[in-house]
């Protein structure tokens, strides 16, 4: 009876469970208070993850990873300080630095292909909510020189507004609608995990699939996994949207996923995400190769 009081009731709960929730609780709330000015006092930084092209077996493009070094708690993974980041209101705040600091890093690094690369920035519903995206993106373009066709907004499949959405949906969706407009291109993210349907798909204004970790990790040893990347590779024909195969670890994945049509896949076996210096110098000494088994040098840690 303890056990179910303490599991429904908040108070009950923290004289049951003191020890490890209240040290989760008091660190909730320390970031909580804490993140909004983590952009002011420069504890924020970017790691970039290369995303490789299939076909060329070169880096096409990279993804901006958000990091926070926090002066006592040291690195918070975004998973944990995004949410809090959205709940205190202050995800915005934090978006607009990584607009500013990934346009402007990504603008002049050398393009492998010859085609200059393209720069993939996470960019959470709330923000899109808040309605401030448009004016945030167009100042970092114009602020950096990067070209919209370069950047690509990564939004999950719950954050994607629709137009029968009767409270903000409208209107979020025109603001992304506009963000097209202007070129920048737009990625559905961890895709298989949300609740679209397929049809939907064809509705939403995407130019990239991006596949979730959870299909890719299987899909060298599970068949229903391997249709399922086969399925998603067919429909990014049909619909003319570039497909990336997340959290590629293994050669055998990558081998299975290039064999079926993959367009591009990302993930630790090709480059774990690196900061900014380690990124240009993979882009310097292998021209952007990063492919196992071609490449001598490990990849990076
Ligand atoms: P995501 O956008 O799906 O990013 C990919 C995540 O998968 C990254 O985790 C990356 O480090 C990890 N990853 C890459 N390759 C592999 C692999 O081979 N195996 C495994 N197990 N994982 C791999 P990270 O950096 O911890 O980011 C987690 C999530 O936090 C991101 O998922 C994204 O949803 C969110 N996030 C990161 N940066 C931002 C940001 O600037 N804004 C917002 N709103 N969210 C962000
Ligand atoms: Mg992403
Ligand atoms: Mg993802
Ligand atoms: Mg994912």
Known sequence: LAVATARTSGRARATVWTPALGQAGIRRERLRQDVAGAAARGELWLAFQPIVSM?????????????????ELGEVPPREFVPIAERAGAIAELQRWALHEATAAVAGLPAPTGVPLRLGVNISAAH?????????????????GLTPERLVLEITEAAVPSDGDPATGGVAAGDMAALRLMGVHVALD?????????ADLTRLPIDVLKLDHAFVSRVDRDRHSRALCESVVTIGRALGVDVVAEGVETPAQLGVLRGMGMGFAQGFLLSRPLPLAELVQVLEDDAG??????????VAP
Request: aromatic share 6%; charged share 20%.
């Open 55 to 71: 076909e060329e077996q070169r880096i096409t493009g990279v993804e901006a990873l958000l990091r926070w070094r926090h002066p």
């Open 128 to 144: 899109i909510a808040a309605r401030t995206l448009v004016d945030d993106v167009v100042t970092a373009l114009s602020a950096s």
């Open 190 to 198: 961890d895709f298989g995990t949300g609740s679209s349907s397929l």
């Open 289 to 298: 190769t990063l492919w196992p088994g071609l490449v001598g040098r490990s």
